[in-house]
């Protein structure tokens, strides 16, 4: 599907069930609900999160429920119905969210591994597909992930194109595979030549032997792309929304190593809106009308 459609679709549904604009909070925050976007299988997300559950009811002394949606773009209309009050977006679907629902980044996660706040985007096939460079998935199979993914979409469209790749034209068949973990067990099992995927969520993979680095290989990876945020929805109270920030800053390393879904987080910091700006200024290089 061309791109500029996918986008436009993206951003249609979500503003056809939104109605006409955000919610209004009620006079009381009763629980909050904290949507997850489907990086991994929906049970194994609720089960690995658990920690962060238990650890922001005891910091902030009120219910939280772990909801993974079906896909990203349910994540954005959930907080723009006012069904979510906190969510975990990826990099582009925040700033989807920021538009359509009036989110608010306060948290990223700082990698352990490098002690930066960022992540890549990288390309895998197989190793004996005959694909070495992005050159040569002219006339290939390829898994993107989802419209509203940065690493898997949005990224490895913008590296593509800058390797005189049309992936709406040069590619044989493309598909959403719904989440990293489905795209990179395509090509695992060769459902497909090539995906795009998270450096995050390939070397999970390949650490719980899920995929095999020899036989699954990057070939291509992007520049660093700012880290996938925490949000909250923009209606709550300020005092509330400092309190979940300061929560997310102090959480303690025992309850972050329990969740290996958050891309090997140390500790998390706090982030601005404009951190995204990069995210907003690749979309407008793909022609991708955020004001659609």
Not at 25 to 52: G, K
Not at 79 to 96: A, C, D, K, N, Q
Not at 135 to 140: I, Y
């Amino acid at each position: 599907m061309n791109i500029r459609k996918t986008l436009f679709v993206l951003t249609a549904t979500v503003l056809l069930l939104a109605g006409c604009g955000p919610r209004k909070l009620d006079d009381s925050v009763q629980s909050l609900r904290f949507s997850l976007i489907p990086a991994d299988d929906a049970d194994e997300m609720m089960r690995a999160y658990e920690p962060v559950k238990e650890y922001l009811e005891a910091e902030l002394g009120i219910r939280v429920e772990l909801i993974v949606t079906t896909d990203y773009t349910a994540a954005i209309e959930a907080m723009r119905s006012g069904h979510t009050e906190i969510g975990w977006f990826g990099p582009f679907s925040y700033v989807l969210a920021a538009k359509e629902a009036g989110a608010e980044a306060v948290a990223v996660g700082v990698r352990r591994d490098s002690g930066l706040s960022t992540y890549r985007s990288v390309v895998v096939t197989g190793a004996n597909s005959g694909i070495s460079a992005l050159e040569d998935l002219k006339g290939r199979t390829f898994a993107f992930v989802d419209p509203a993914s940065t690493s898997g979409n949005l990224m490895p469209r913008k590296m593509m194109i800058e390797n005189g790749i049309d992936p709406d034209v040069d590619l044989s068949t493309v598909m959403y595979s719904g989440s990293h973990n489905a795209g990179l067990l395509a090509v695992a099992n060769g459902s497909v030549d090539a995906c795009a995927t998270s450096d995050n969520s390939y070397n999970r993979m390949v650490e719980a032997g899920e995929i095999d680095s020899n036989v699954s290989v990057i070939i291509h990876e992007s520049d660093p792309i700012p880290g996938s945020p925490i949000a909250v929805r923009g209606d709550l109270p300020d005092d509330l929304k400092k309190q979940i920030q300061g929560a997310l800053v102090a959480m303690d390393e025992q309850t972050i190593t329990k969740v290996d879904g958050w891309g090997n987080i140390d500790r998390y910091e706090t982030v601005s809106d404009n951190t995204y700006d990069i995210i907003r200024k690749t979309a407008e290089i793909l022609q991708m009308d955020l004001s659609q």
